[in-house]
């Protein structure tokens, strides 16, 4: 048996444990009163060596009535050839127990400290804590290996070795008392018959022989530390063809079992667990009772087993009885057989509920009805409430361990064998586990115990299992059922949340491909398999194709974040104007599509349209703003025509393009026509592409003429089109598609710089220096965020003074966000540009407004021009508009002069410039030239 590593083998603490806030001080008066437990503290719970010292307090603790509660301080699963000392640091069952037993080096000092501090008394076995005053319950090391050493000299041994594994307290006492023995007997120890060990098991015994012979055999006799190295060192001798105890004798130190029928049988020290276990048990009893006991060590005493491994004959060896040989081989046969058997019914039990915990799939682990198919009495399972809980930073959780020592386990599961399970409290601190049911089962049963087991392997902690059962002690090594139990629960565990995770994972995917990560409406993919379920099972059905008007705007202006919140905005209003069994979905940047599933009434859809108007015709509050946005719609018609979703979801597309370009803010029903117009704007879009690639685009210029003496003042940069087969075509022909596809951005940005380049060329010839050029700016190209570093760049490319530059705006875009247009207007502005108001009159600006924009003129819209002297109220409305302009010190032009009656009626209403017909139409560069001469 390898020990545990102490405080004074480890190279350093770790760490210490501090009592739980409120944790009372038990006098021992009030610990004898009612029903008595004892706890012990333990490494593991089985094996000859644990399960038999628990096996002896247990046999105590039913002498006295009292119940018994064994916590495992290791992790389940762990070998007890390869063990670091424990890091509990929680209050297991302290206010279920009334004293602990503690063996070896269960727990930390500190831990046994803060128990002392409650007033629980603790008794220790085979290991001794500095400055803890407690009793500590020893086996007699010493006397067994002196008799040992003796009864080797009287055979006549004079090269005695040791094997053994140093770093056990025991074994090193053991060695000891060796040496000891070996001066008594006038034989000086020898350091080459010393083979140290690299643990207490039986492949280090092996290990032993291989080294003894490669040595040539300087011994004749060897002392093991344990049984297990003894018979190990045996069977690797064996093997190499030696025979005991002639070539070797041996002797070893437990008297495990085993020892009785190895081949020799072993000589060995008896190790008796049972006696040391009894013992600690008494003593811990006595002093819960208030009994002096005295502090300090308790040997038990050992002796010395003789077999035949040390050279003694079977006659004179010592036997269980004096039986004839053949009487001797069938009770060792029968022996083996109940090992056997009780070995193979373990490892069916422990087949079955390993299955069970890895179908955890199947039926919830946590339940504990898989130890209805083991011999357990009772069971409760308790998992820490903080994996309920978020993570938290490290700081965090120190602040929060500092105030907090005995964590809540959350009562998931419960198992009664012989009755209905009773209802036990969800939540339970650490300290009052087990729960009280548990320990009332135990009370009902003489052998049964009440084992703790952590489910808990390497760094995955659940919490902890409680099991009422018996104490094992024929499995070899601390990996008894419960432990396993515990070690395969675990597992279960962590499978059963990597199971959700992944479940969890496979929804997100699910949704992030079937929905829209930003609105949570079905996307493009989840629409069109909806839509194609309903074209074939020949469902009625609509598409509606629903675009806002102005999105644009709101991104660039308001930026992301605002246009992000918008969509959501509009999705919700969507959605909610909808039935249940109708699709909403986010087809893509500012476009959504519905689904209407069950359409009986053909004029259903465009009321449904009506309906999304009205929605939608609220305003948005975005960033504390208030917005309005209108949707254009296009409607699209289920039917035996369309055999492709795709095709139904395209001509949707292309009506509600044609509604936008109607009026925005309406919506159309598909029709046939609107293809060949959207296959036009298709051609168009495309042709203009490879027209920006080839540089088709041309600036015409039509001159601003003073009304008076008509002098050339300024241009208006017009765009145009030559078109390699259908000639100049005019923007009319072209902007729209421009500004739908963003086209418009290049283009404009194209525009700007060469109309200063051209103006910069004009301003060459002297006399020229007063000449000016407006540049229109479109709805996207005012929005898109670059326009003042693009008016930046052309006029330091062209060396162009900025005054000689102006720029047109209608009110529309201005109006749509009047706060962030007043600062991109000042920062032109500020450049040294000049700003006008095209088509002034059409729009919905106010004196306000416009008051408060750097504007230095305002542009006549032609539909007041055209009916001057015609129209009574359009010559009032100019006649208004010039005063104005007047009074706000802003310069008038009137557009679209195109008679003489027209230029002679705008004089008399005091309209000093004008741009038309009447003067000039748009003309290219070098005519224009020949207007400024």
């Known amino acids: ?234 069977q690797g001798m064996t093997a190499a063809g030696y025979r005991m105890p002639e070539d070797l004798a041996v002797v070893g130190f437990d008297d495990v079992r085993g020892a009785q029928y190895s081949l020799p049988r072993l000589t060995t020290v008896n190790h008796p667990v049972d006696t040391i276990g009894r013992t600690a048990g008494d003593l811990l009893v006595r002093r819960i009772r208030g009994e002096n006991v005295p502090r300090g060590p308790r040997p038990v005493d050992t002796s010395l087993v003789v077999r035949e491994s040390c050279g003694c004959h079977r006659d004179g060896a010592s036997e269980p009885r004096a039986l004839p040989p053949l009487a001797r081989l069938e009770a060792e046969g029968r022996a083996h057989f109940r090992e056997r058997t009780h070995l193979q019914g373990i490892l069916s039990k422990q087949y079955v509920v390993s299955m069970d915990l890895l179908r955890a799939h199947e039926e919830d682990p946590r339940r504990l009805s898989w130890l209805g198919r083991t011999s357990a009495r009772a069971g409760s399972l308790g998992l820490w409430a903080e994996r309920r809980r978020p993570a938290r930073t490290d700081s965090e959780r120190s602040e929060r361990d500092k105030h907090r020592t005995d964590p809540p386990l959350d009562l998931v599961g419960v198992y009664m064998r012989d009755k209905p399970a009773a209802t036990q409290p969800l939540v339970t601190p650490v300290s009052e586990f087990p729960p009280a049911d548990l320990l009332d089962v135990a009370r009902q049963d003489v052998d049964a115990v009440t084992f703790v ?243 088709e685009l041309e600036v015409h210029y039509q001159p601003i003429v003073q009304l008076v003496g008509g002098r050339t003042r300024a241009f208006e940069a017009l765009i145009r089109w030559r078109h390699p087969t259908r000639g100049l075509v005019l923007p009319e022909h072209f902007l729209a598609v421009a500004e739908e596809t963003g086209l418009v951005i290049p283009i404009g940005r194209w525009v700007i710089a060469e109309s200063c380049r051209q103006l910069a060329a004009w301003q060459r010839t002297p006399g020229r220096e007063d000449l000016r050029i407006s540049v229109n700016i479109s709805n996207r190209q005012f929005w898109q965020g670059g326009l003042v570093d693009d008016v930046t760049e052309a006029l330091r490319v062209s060396r162009l003074h900025p005054r000689n530059l102006a720029f047109e705006i209608t009110e529309g875009v201005i109006m749509n966000n009047i706060g962030l247009a007043r600062k991109m207007l000042e920062d032109l502005h500020n450049l040294g540009c000049e700003l006008h108001i095209d088509d002034f009159g059409t729009g919905y600006s106010s004196l306000e407004a416009l008051h408060r924009l750097p504007i230095d003129a305002l542009k006549i819209d032609r539909s007041f021009v055209a009916r001057l002297g015609v129209d009574t109220k359009s010559s009032a409305l100019v006649h208004t508009i010039v005063l104005m302009g007047g009074n706000l010190g802003l310069q008038l032009i009137a557009e679209s002069v195109e008679t003489e009656e027209q230029r002679e009626h705008l004089l008399r209403l005091g309209c000093a410039y004008g741009q038309g017909h009447l003067f000039s139409e748009p003309v290219p560069a070098d005519e224009a030239e020949r207007l400024i001469s």
């Not at 020990?3 to 944790?23: N, Q």
């Not at 302290?94 to 008794?123: C, E, M």
């Not at 409680?466 to 104490?471: K, L, N, S």
């Open 1 to 234: 048996m390898k020990e545990l590593r102490g405080p004074g083998d480890a190279p350093g603490p770790r760490g210490h444990f501090r009592l739980p806030r409120g944790a009372r001080k038990i006098g021992v008066a009030s610990q004898v009163s009612g029903d008595l437990t004892l706890g012990v503290l333990t490494p593991f719970l089985g094996g000859w060596y644990f399960g038999g010292l628990l096996r002896g307090i247990a046999r105590s603790a039913a002498v006295e009535g009292a119940t018994l509660v064994a916590v495992q301080t290791q992790d389940a699963g762990t070998d007890q050839t390869e063990v670091e000392p424990s890091d509990l640091s929680y209050p297991v069952a302290w206010q279920r127990v009334s004293g602990f037993v503690v063996i070896i080096n269960a727990v930390h000092p500190s831990y046994l400290a803060a128990i002392q501090d409650t007033g629980k008394p603790v008794v220790i076995v085979s290991h001794e804590v500095p400055d803890l005053d407690c009793p500590v319950v020893v086996p007699d090391n010493g006397t067994g290996i002196r008799d040992a050493v003796e009864h080797l000299a009287g055979h006549g041994h004079e090269r005695i070795a040791f094997a053994g594994y140093l770093g056990a307290k025991d074994i090193r006492e053991r060695y000891e008392a060796y040496r000891e023995a070996l001066l008594a007997h006038g034989m000086e120890p020898d350091p080459g018959l010393l083979f140290p060990l690299e643990d207490n098991q039986m492949s280090s015994g092996e290990a032993a022989a291989r080294v003894l012979i490669g040595a040539g055999m300087p011994a004749t006799a060897v002392i093991t530390g344990t049984d297990a190295n003894a018979i190990g060192l045996m």
């Open 453 to 695: 087991v952590p489910v808990k392997v390497d760094g995955s902690d659940w919490g902890l299992l409680a099991v009422v059962d018996a104490v094992e002690t024929r499995t070899g090594t601390g990996r008894e059922p419960i432990n396993h139990w515990a070690a395969l629960l675990t597992v279960a565990l962590d499978y059963q949340q990597v199971l959700a995770t992944l479940r969890e994972q496979e929804e997100r995917l699910r949704m992030a491909a079937q929905y829209d990560h930003l609105t949570g409406l079905p996307n493009r993919a989840l629409f069109l398999e909806r839509l194609r379920e309903a074209m074939s099972e020949d469902r009625e059905f609509a598409v509606l194709f629903v675009d806002l008007d102005g999105f644009k705007v709101v991104n660039d202006s308001l930026g992301h974040a605002a246009g992000d919140a918008l969509l959501i905005q509009v999705g919700n209003r969507i959605s909610h104007s909808l039935r249940e069994r109708d699709t909403a979905a986010r087809f893509g940047g500012d476009e959504f599509l519905i689904l209407l599933d069950g359409v009986a009434d053909p004029y259903t859809p465009t009321q449904v349209a009506e309906r999304m108007h009205a929605a939608l015709a609220p305003p948005f509050r975005l960033q504390g703003q208030e917005v309005v946005v209108t949707a254009s719609i296009g409607i699209t018609l289920g039917g035996a025509r369309y055999a492709d979703a795709e095709d139904l979801v395209r001509d949707a597309d292309i009506a509600m393009y044609w509604s936008k370009s109607q009026r925005k803010g309406s919506h159309a029903l598909f029709d046939v026509a609107m293809h060949a117009k959207a296959v036009v704007r298709l051609q168009i879009e495309t042709e203009l592409r490879r027209a920006i690639e080839r540089g």
